[in-house]
């Protein structure tokens, strides 16, 4: 079982590693509610 | 034929007081934590002019050092100054924040920018010395100066933005509007900023490229900053305001915005451009952003280093027609990232490297230099962002390796051979691609390589407009222009082929 089955997540990804929305697809797959996902840029 | 790139600025302005009250790392934390401990720290932690003059990744932007040079030191950087540091580089300059001031209210025509007349007569002098550059027209713009306690009731009173040297109140920019929030004297100081930058970098580009400044027929500005009122926020056009300070009087132009992918755009466009003949020369300058200075800040004050983003940055570079010497731009190998690319790592890298190299038949390593995004290692890592354009090149080699270009052994090499060490201040659109131009045009002409792809890549999901990334790349040649020219058949050509054949027919009739 998934450790983020079930579970609200919140994404922040970081526009030079990994961005947002390959994250949020991730954490769906693994039976996540996705409550927010944002990619930030840091430079 | 290809345009090509006639020549490059490169600046740099030291703003210690700036990254205090205009950073928004510092303003926001104004706000919300006045008492914290990070803005009692944050003095401690910034650099004097000195330092930040003998502080080898801002040798390197002005083009006192090589990338070379840089990829040799061991990181970080900061603690070990170079020895031969100088104001004025081969590409720009390291301005003082003093000086800036002065510029700001030459680059101003709204009677804004206030300064005291005692810091004036103390600082005039060292801004007018370097004539070559900071000509009589621009000095002639300074005003005699203001009583300190007229600038006190403009900060005091009237809602002015104070302009600080040595944390003392020197001058001031006033609003430019009662109640319009697009014209307040925060946003007319970030924008005063943007534009008198851009002006220092366009007038060392036109220094550099050795042309005259009434050559220049259109510029582009390819900043982050939106000039407007309350009705077109955003409207522009910085572009055409820094031209006619810069004194470029033939030149139109307009701003184009892209984020951090700005000026690779601004590139693409100004190439073609020239390329299609509607303009023999035009150029694309951006200046600096004061929102950015101290950015990270706060983790560089958790980890004991100097505030290393202190610096505000503006390049310029001129494309103009095919001289039949300096490098070009090939705009037959531009890649795109588009709406339907995605934005995993992976599609980025491939919509703008291995794309446009494939439609040419090219593989990754017929490149001899990559220049993504060139952002000082220095000031990320601390940070926790990483190396950021060791990143993108361990990214590119992924791909080398994936298509059997090479093994994933030669990764390290790759980076080596093919990358570079960032050196450019965390200014957003000022270290994306566009660092190494003024390189690569040097390395190019020096046969030390052959080509440098530019790649520039913009986050537009901040705007909250949509959640796209962005990106575009352009390849750097050497110059094609006399062999095109060459290969092709002129019209006089052509009449002299005809005369003969009509002269060798008329002697075989005669002959018969």
Known sequence: ?43 | MNSIIKGCGYILVHTPDMVVHNGTTQTTERIVNPDGDYLKALPSHLRTYEQALHYAPNQTYIGNMTPDDLAEMAQPFYDKPVENAARVGEFGEIMPEGEFYLLMQAADVFDLVHLDKDFVAATKPAFAANNEVITEDIVARIKEGDELSHIEHLVNDEHAEGLYLDDKLVGCVARAHDIDVNLTAHIMHENLVSKASSILALLYAVRNAGIDKSEIEYVIDCSEEAVGDMNQRGGGNLAKSAAEIAGLSGASGSDLRAFCAAPTHALIEAASLVKAGTYKCVAVTAGGSTAKLGMNGKDHVKKGTPILEDMVGGFSIIISENDGVNPEINLDMVGRHTVGTGSSPQAVISSLVTDPLDRHGMKILDIDKYSPEMQNPDITKPAGAGDVPLANYKMIGALAAKRGEMTPKDLGNFVAQHGLTGWAPTQGHIPSGVPYVGFAKKDILAGKIKNAMIIGKGSLFLGRMTNLFDGVSFVIQGNTGKDEANSGVSEEEVKSLIAQALRDFASSLMAE
């Open chain 1, 1 to 43: 079982m998934s450790i983020l089955n079930g579970k609200k997540v919140i994404i922040i990804g970081d526009r030079d590693g990994i961005p947002g929305p390959a994250i949020e697809e991730c954490a769906k797959t693994a039976g996540a509610d996705v409550v927010y996902s944002s990619t930030e840029c840091f430079v």
